[in-house]
């Protein structure tokens, strides 16, 4: 039976006359990787303020960590690290200053605080730099820096509330490879992104807030089958045996000019098979194949756009 690190039923805040989450449910397994994707103004930071016990829930049961929200805060605190939006990182003091703050909020003994931080800084690439202040670490430096005094409580699980945002592409990828090195240490983390690739890259599951509700959850692969427009793709350098292959599969678009064919397609390995069936029985053998499968930015788009543009 698989063990929930986090779950929420029926999860709703307002602010006034604005709803924000309308009756969100979530499922997080332990140890895996859970996507929040949405657009600007969703919901995804409130999500991630509730759950971290940052702001109260107007309703809903939500269990973090297999305490209950409302009735035990002070536990959910304890199992959990939170890395925000926006930088906890004091830019007045140096990385090890930082750190050690962190240690003693958490109440470490002072040698216990110190080990733990010089091996946090080891581990984030940041002990070269933990004497220098903070304010002159790169944007890549101040995210690891952020996550390590995260880890000072040794939590299970993590809260990354778009964690990538305004970093390089190097740092981007320094930053994924933590994200998966925490996870295979056990450590469940929910992260929240506008970075479509990223969820692809590094989620279990992804689910897709819009207007407070859930419009979709699964693996990155099941929400790419919701979305139409996948097909393969054939060209041909002979027009002949171009014009064979129209014949042979006369679900194809055809560009005469530029000798392709596209063959609508979920991007299976039976239907690829089947079109190569085909051609096999025609006699026709294409000088180029390409499939291609919705990204999750067509999913994205086609669950969050108006439901005017829709029509």
Do not use: C
Request: hydrophobic residues 45%.
């Amino acid at each position: 039976m698989t063990t929930l690190a986090i779950s929420a039923n029926g999860l709703r805040k307002s602010y006034g006359d604005k709803v924000v989450l309308d009756g969100v449910d979530l499922a997080v397994p332990e140890g895996t990787i859970f996507a929040l994707l949405g657009p600007n103004g969703a919901g995804k930071t409130t999500a991630v303020k509730i759950l971290s016990t940052l702001i109260a829930k107007d309703a809903g049961d939500v269990r973090v960590g297999g305490h209950d929200l409302a009735a035990d805060p002070q536990a959910v605190r304890a199992a959990i690290g939170v890395t925000g939006q926006f930088s906890a990182v004091d830019g007045l003091i140096t990385g090890a200053e930082n750190m050690l703050l962190m240690a003693d909020l958490h109440h470490l003994a002072r040698a216990e605080g110190r080990r733990v931080a010089a091996a946090l800084l080891e581990r984030f690439d940041l002990a070269d730099a933990a004497a220098k202040p903070a304010a002159t670490y790169s944007g890549g430096m101040k995210r690891r820096l952020d996550i390590a005094m995260t880890l000072v409580g040794n939590p299970r699980i993590i809260f990354l509330d778009e964690p990538t945002t305004g970093l390089d592409p190097r740092s981007r990828h320094t930053m994924w490879q933590i994200i998966r090195e925490l996870v295979a240490g056990g450590v469940t983390v929910f992260l929240t992104t506008q970075y479509l690739d990223e969820a692809d890259e590094l989620a279990d599951r992804i689910a897709v807030l819009h207007d407070g509700k859930i419009a979709a959850e699964g693996t990155a692969a099941e929400l790419k089958r919701l979305v139409p427009g996948g097909h393969v793709r054939l060209r041909f350098n002979d027009p002949a045996t171009y014009q064979s292959a129209l014949l042979a599969l006369p679900d194809a678009t055809g560009d005469d000019e530029s000798l392709t064919l596209q063959v609508p397609s979920g991007g299976s390995q039976h239907e690829l098979r089947a079109v190569l069936d085909r051609l096999d029985a025609a006699g026709v053998l294409a000088d180029e194949l390409t499939v291609h499968t919705p990204d999750l930015d067509d999913v994205f788009f086609a669950l969050t756009q108006p439901l005017e543009a829709l029509r």
